[in-house]
T-cell receptor, first 112, second 108 residues
Framework: DTAVSQTPKYLVTQMGNDKSIKCEQN?????MYWYKQDSKKFLKIMFS???????INETVPNRFSPKSPDKAHLNLHINSLELGDSAVYFC???????????FGSGTRLTVV | DAKTTQPTSMDCAEGRAANLPCNHS???????VYWYRQIHSQGPQYIIH???NNETNEMASLIITEDRKSSTLILPHATLRDTAVYYC?????????FGQGTTLQVKP
């Protein structure tokens, strides 16, 4: 049973499209995160939700909108995709105050 | 959160101990030292963390100097599967900021 699962694993789409990436965790954690890893391999935090409430929102274009229907799910919707959005997106979860995050295996997004 | 400095890359012979250093000279009293690693194309993996005392778990040992300005992650018997990028992170704010990390290459 995968602890943090992301779907899809790979996503190839054209510029201008709207796409979503889904994340689910079965660890009972109350906090979830989205990270972006670009071609230079730097991992940058994008968003964090605690019990469905947004607690971290880094400087991310408003084309990116996270949604947390419940504390086990955190989805990422991206509007009007651009070439620069191509990256690997990682979802993670933890208990608030515990920085031992569990990461998913990533979604490789390619915008053409 | 305090800034960390790590060597860009290191090599280690298979079966030997891998000692990965990290400097965090501006660490404050309530900040923890966390270590993660990322094996190629996988999500980062939590290894170990500590505040003041040395820590050991099934994966590694963490040695923190008495002044807390530096630490060393020790993989006691490195295997080829330990080849990865290792990140040292200092935080108290609730978010992990990943730096460049150290690329550890374990060689046969």
């Amino acid at each position: 049973d995968t602890a943090v699962s992301q779907t899809p694993k790979y996503l190839v789409t054209q510029m201008g499209n709207d796409k979503s990436i889904k994340c689910e965790q079965n660890l009972g954690h109350d906090t979830m995160y989205w990270y972006k890893q670009d071609s230079k391999k730097f991992l940058k935090i994008m968003f964090s939700y605690n019990n469905k409430e947004l607690i971290i929102n880094e400087t991310v274009p408003n084309r990116f909108s996270p949604k947390s229907p419940d504390k086990a799910h955190l989805n990422l919707h991206i509007n009007s995709l651009e070439l620069g959005d191509s990256a690997v997106y990682f979802c993670a979860s933890s208990q608030q105050g515990d920085y031992g995050y569990t990461f998913g295996s990533g979604t490789r997004l390619t915008v053409v | 959160d305090a800034k960390t400095t790590q060597p860009t890359s290191m090599d280690c012979a298979e079966g030997r101990a891998a000692n990965l250093p990290c400097n965090h000279s501006t660490i404050s009293g309530n900040e923890y030292v966390y270590w993660y690693r990322q094996i190629h194309s996988q999500g980062p993996q939590y290894i170990i963390h500590g505040l003041k005392n040395n820590e050991t778990n099934e994966m590694a040992s963490l040695i923190i100097t008495e002044d807390r300005k530096s630490s060393t992650l020790i993989l006691p018997h490195a295997t080829l599967r330990d080849t990865a990028v290792y990140y040292c992170i200092v935080t108290s704010t609730g978010k992990l900021i990943f730096g460049q990390g150290t690329t550890l290459q374990v060689k046969p």
